[in-house]
């Protein structure tokens, strides 16, 4: 899945754990992977680590998903952020903004518009300045490297093997 709009991230998880969820339940909040780890951890009661052998360890960017697990709906705070081969976006409640690398950031509602058809990033700058700010804080914190500088890399990385060969 290269591209970080709807029809590129959006997939069905499906999770059974009859002591605590309900048969049946159907949740349509927003998860990514990200949240996995966060909910194994506090299912088990866990502490997540902050060093390990002395080195520290970057912190849990995901949200238990304890609360939608056991049908009492969603508590996500924050956003959630996505970076894929420089496709980006990020996601606070319903407002979603993504961009294609090299091109524009756009805007949508997803509440009212799934598909994402109907980009309001020219009549809403102000929530999309905001958005990109959390994802430019978020590549920051997590240490997302441009995808201009990680391209060549590869491209060396790869040419290099061939030579090999």
Excluded at 3 to 23: D, F, K, R, Y
Excluded at 73 to 84: K, M
Excluded at 141 to 154: F, Q, S
Aim: charged share 25%; glycine share 8%; aromatic share 8%.
């Amino acid at each position: 899945k290269h591209w970080v709009h709807e029809g590129g991230i959006s997939t069905p998880c499906v999770v059974q754990w009859p002591a605590e969820m309900p048969a049946g339940t159907i949740n349509h909040d927003p998860a990514h992977l990200v949240d996995v780890m966060a909910t194994c951890v506090d299912v088990a009661g866990a502490a997540y680590p902050t060093r390990r052998r002395g080195e520290v360890i970057v912190p849990l960017e995901g949200q238990s998903l304890r609360y939608a697990l056991e049908g009492r709906g969603s508590d996500r705070v924050g956003a959630i952020f996505w970076e894929h081969e420089g496709n980006r976006a990020v996601r606070l409640g319903d407002l979603k903004a993504v961009a294609e690398h090299g091109r524009p950031w756009e805007l949508y509602r997803m509440d009212l518009d799934r598909t994402e058809t109907n980009d309001l990033a020219l009549s809403h700058p102000a929530d999309v300045r905001h958005l990109i700010s959390l994802w430019h804080d978020w590549a920051r914190r997590t240490g997302v490297l441009p995808w201009d500088v990680v391209l060549p890399k590869l491209r060396e990385f790869w040419e290099d093997r061939k030579s090999v060969v």
